[in-house]
């Protein structure tokens, strides 16, 4: 058993956290504030590399491990989440849904310029849409529609909380084109945001995760051509389903990095803060807090490096992943509040960044599957 990092996945880690410090830390509050989306910064990821990660350097990607890839995630997430989960969809779900399943001209034509998160020298991201209204956790219940019309699919419907709704060029959109066969009637389909039909509504006014890029989009009689099918007819669930296994590592590494923001921030605060005549770091109580949140951040990392290491070896990373994701997500949530409460009353205020990081951690519980799906797909593996 390994526990050490390559001079590789060091030199990702360093860069990773170069960059938030240097480049997200800046303006992280106001962008926060203003739900600005963090454009440049998206940008400046796709020059290191960090859009297409563990894509193949054929197609634009870095051609890198998952492993590097959740030490990126986890430095950039300790400073902004919101660019972070931009960095997380087009990584984990659009760039290796292409990866995996799309034919060659489809990578070609869409994964090329989405690892490399520019086109023309444009920003060019996707998105991953699979809820609807009605169609959270029971992704099953899909009511977005795509008629087959012999060359094209007629798509209708409506998508909800998506993640780079309004800035991506490309979308991944799962539908329903034979309603009487239940989860294998539905197909996934590339879908350019630029086509007639497509309609991007307000974006969404979040608790957390402000600065990220989250619309409602809608889908009127959009016309998509066959070519732009990913796998076979009715492979359109499985597809999501093997895709949002790997994005859960994602956004475990995301939920890490909240958590080991969250610890970062309260060990350098209680060096300092004083107390009763002394720094707080000297009262047990909150060396306690400290040392417990060491204790758990690092038991989320150990998950989250697990199950990259068996997705990058092949193995099935089904249980291990939603074990990452459901951990390092409540770890988060747990570890951000101790450091709002570590800080007291300065916790409570923006200028300390723990108060953003407690809000940004409750997303982590809920998207790309709840805890309670987490749980659902836990206990069904083990009692296989």
């Given at each position: 058993?390994?526990?050490?990092?390559?001079?590789?996945?060091?030199?990702?880690?360093?860069?990773?956290?170069?960059?938030?410090?240097?480049?997200?830390?800046?303006?992280?509050?106001?962008?926060?504030?203003?739900?600005?989306?963090?454009?440049?910064?998206?940008?400046?990821?796709?020059?290191?590399?960090?859009?297409?990660?563990?894509?193949?350097?054929?197609?634009?990607?870095?051609?890198?491990?998952?492993?590097?890839?959740?030490?990126?995630?986890?430095?950039?997430?300790?400073?902004?989440?919101?660019?972070?989960?931009?960095?997380?969809?087009?990584?984990?779900?659009?760039?290796?849904?292409?990866?995996?399943?799309?034919?060659?001209?489809?990578?070609?034509?869409?994964?090329?310029?989405?690892?490399?998160?520019?086109?023309?020298?444009?920003?060019?991201?996707?998105?991953?849409?699979?809820?609807?209204?009605?169609?959270?956790?029971?992704?099953?219940?899909?009511?977005?529609?795509?008629?087959?019309?012999?060359?094209?699919?007629?798509?209708?419907?409506?998508?909800?909380?998506?993640?780079?709704?309004?800035?991506?060029?490309?979308?991944?959109?799962?539908?329903?084109?034979?309603?009487?066969?239940?989860?294998?009637?539905?197909?996934?389909?590339?879908?350019?945001?630029?086509?007639?039909?497509?309609?991007?509504?307000?974006?969404?006014?979040?608790?957390?995760?402000?600065?990220?890029?989250?619309?409602?989009?809608?889908?009127?009689?959009?016309?998509?051509?066959?070519?732009?099918?990913?796998?076979?007819?009715?492979?359109?669930?499985?597809?999501?389903?093997?895709?949002?296994?790997?994005?859960?590592?994602?956004?475990?590494?995301?939920?890490?990095?909240?958590?080991?923001?969250?610890?970062?921030?309260?060990?350098?605060?209680?060096?300092?803060?004083?107390?009763?005549?002394?720094?707080?770091?000297?009262?047990q109580i909150i060396a306690f807090k400290l040392a417990d949140m060491a204790t758990r951040v690092d038991a989320a990392r150990l998950l989250c490096l697990?199950?990259?290491?068996?997705?990058?070896?092949?193995?099935?990373?089904?249980?291990?992943?939603?074990?990452?994701?459901?951990?390092?997500?409540e770890t988060a949530m747990w570890a951000s509040t101790e450091a709002v409460q570590i800080h007291g009353g300065y916790g409570y205020v923006k200028e300390?960044?723990?108060?953003?990081?407690?809000?940004?951690?409750?997303?982590?519980?809920?998207?790309?599957?709840t805890s309670e799906v987490q749980r659902i797909v836990i206990s069904r593996g083990i009692l296989k």
């Open positions: 058993m390994q526990f050490q990092l390559s001079e590789e996945q060091l030199m990702i880690q360093q860069a990773a956290r170069d960059f938030a410090r240097q480049q997200c830390l800046p303006g992280v509050i106001e962008r926060d504030e203003k739900q600005q989306f963090p454009k440049e910064q998206v940008l400046q990821l796709a020059d290191l590399g960090f859009m297409g990660m563990m894509v193949d350097p054929a197609y634009g990607g870095a051609g890198l491990d998952t492993v590097s890839y959740v030490l990126a995630m986890e430095e950039i997430s300790k400073v902004d989440a919101s660019t972070s989960v931009c960095m997380s969809v087009n990584n984990s779900l659009v760039c290796y849904g292409l990866q995996e399943f799309g034919t060659e001209e489809q990578k070609q034509q869409y994964l090329t310029p989405l690892a490399r998160g520019k086109k023309d020298n444009e920003l060019y991201i996707g998105a991953f849409m699979l809820s609807e209204p009605e169609a959270g956790s029971d992704a099953t219940s899909q009511r977005t529609t795509a008629e087959d019309m012999g060359d094209y699919y007629l798509l209708n419907g409506t998508k909800n909380w998506i993640t780079n709704g309004g800035t991506a060029s490309v979308y991944l959109v799962m539908a329903q084109t034979d309603p009487a066969k239940g989860s294998k009637g539905i197909n996934c389909l590339i879908v350019e945001k630029s086509w007639p039909g497509v309609v991007v509504a307000a974006k969404e006014n979040k608790m957390g995760i402000r600065a990220s890029d989250t619309h409602t989009v809608m889908f009127n009689d959009v016309k998509v051509p066959k070519k732009n099918r990913v796998g076979a007819d009715g492979f359109g669930f499985t597809f999501a389903m093997k895709t949002l296994a790997g994005g859960r590592i994602g956004i475990a590494a995301q939920a890490l990095g909240i958590a080991s923001g969250s610890l970062e921030f309260s060990t350098q605060y209680a060096k300092t803060r004083k107390a009763f005549g002394t720094e707080i770091m000297n009262h697990k199950s990259a290491w068996q997705k990058d070896n092949g193995m099935d990373y089904t249980i291990s992943s939603s074990m990452a994701k459901v951990f390092s997500s300390y960044h723990v108060e953003r990081l407690m809000r940004d951690a409750k997303i982590t519980q809920i998207y790309e599957g």
